[in-house]
């Protein structure tokens, strides 16, 4: 067996869940805009779910690929660049609190959300969703050993 192969397949496992977390991300932005009604709060929920799994696998995987990747733990580490990467993945995932205890307490009462308070939820998405850019710059430059 290719000794590269392990690490390819723990890089393509962690590129995956971060792009479908993104995609989970932008997918809730999309539903928050919608009309609301009970079954927008059953979608958001469901997605709501579907990301924080996703997240928790991303953070998994990422940990694998420290511990059993190619690079190893010392060089990322040593890395300012990916504590940055890391600092802003816990900014996302503190920024996703909010919204996620509003999508309960509207799940809980069984009622819509009033207009407002869904264009208040989509900004706290919208604060998430401008993090990706720089978590993927970070990554490009640890990937090459810059920072």
């Known amino acids: 067996m290719n000794p590269y192969l392990p690490d ?4 393509s496992a962690h590129h995956l869940l971060a792009f479908a977390l ?4 932008f997918a809730e932005w999309v539903v ?8 927008l709060v ?32 010392a060089y990322y580490l040593g890395s300012h660049v ?3 990467k890391l600092a802003c993945f816990l900014a996302i995932g503190l920024l996703s609190l909010k919204p996620t205890l509003r999508i309960l ?3 809980r009462r069984a009622e819509p959300p009033a207009s407002g308070e869904l264009q208040a939820l989509r900004g706290w998405m919208m604060a998430q969703l401008i993090l990706i850019p720089p978590i993927l710059l970070c990554a490009s430059l640890v990937a090459r050993g810059l920072g």
């Not at 390819?8 to 890089?11: G, I, K, N, V, Y």
């Not at 993104?22 to 991300?25: E, N, Q, R, V």
């Not at 940990?63 to 190619?70: E, F, I, S």
């Open 32 to 39: 928050a805009g919608q009309p609301p009604d009970r079954r």
């Open 22 to 25: 993104a995609a989970l991300l």
């Open 82 to 84: 990916f504590w940055a």
């Open 42 to 73: 059953t979608l958001l929920a469901r997605l709501d779910m579907s990301y924080g799994a996703v997240a928790g696998l991303l953070l998994l995987a990422g940990g694998a690929r420290l511990l059993w990747g190619a690079k190893g733990w």
């Open 105 to 107: 307490r509207w799940r």
């Open 8 to 11: 390819a397949l723990l890089a």
